[in-house]
């Protein structure tokens, strides 16, 4: 069974940063699009970054882009989303998303989901 596991998530003063991780087991990244959402209170879920199974990263939201970046860690099959210069806006519950080489910007691109993880930025 495919697994995804997000992890990193927890308190950070505004400025501040921090690193998500999504662990897959059973799969192996490579041959998987990859993808982060966000879903903040009172808010829709929001596309946060992506890498393709080709190896080629999805473009940032406007939100993010600058501060936010996505990177791979074949060996140890983890998509890691390094933040930046966090702002209270970026308070959400995180998910990672992961596609036999599918993906895309949407939601319903992604097969597999992990159980999310809470950044809270505070101001």
């Known amino acids: 069974q495919v697994q995804v596991v997000e992890s990193g998530g927890g308190l950070v003063q505004a400025g501040g940063s921090l690193r998500l991780s999504c662990a897959a087991s059973?799969?192996?990244?490579?041959?998987?699009?990859v993808a982060w959402f966000r879903r903040g209170p009172g808010k829709e879920r929001e596309f946060v970054g992506g890498?393709?199974?080709?190896?080629?990263?999805?473009d940032y939201p406007t939100s993010v882009k600058g501060r936010f970046s996505i990177s791979r860690d074949g060996t140890r099959n983890t998509v890691y989303l390094e933040m930046n210069s966090l702002k209270p806006e970026d308070t959400a519950v995180y998910f990672c998303?992961?596609?036999?080489?599918?993906?895309?910007?949407?939601?319903?691109?992604?097969?597999?989901w992990g159980q999310g993880t809470q950044v809270t930025v505070s101001s």
């Open positions: 998303g992961a596609d036999f080489r599918g993906g895309g910007t949407r939601y319903e691109g992604y097969a597999f």
């Open positions: 890498s393709s199974w080709r190896g080629t990263n999805t």
């Open positions: 059973g799969v192996a990244f490579s041959d998987y699009a």
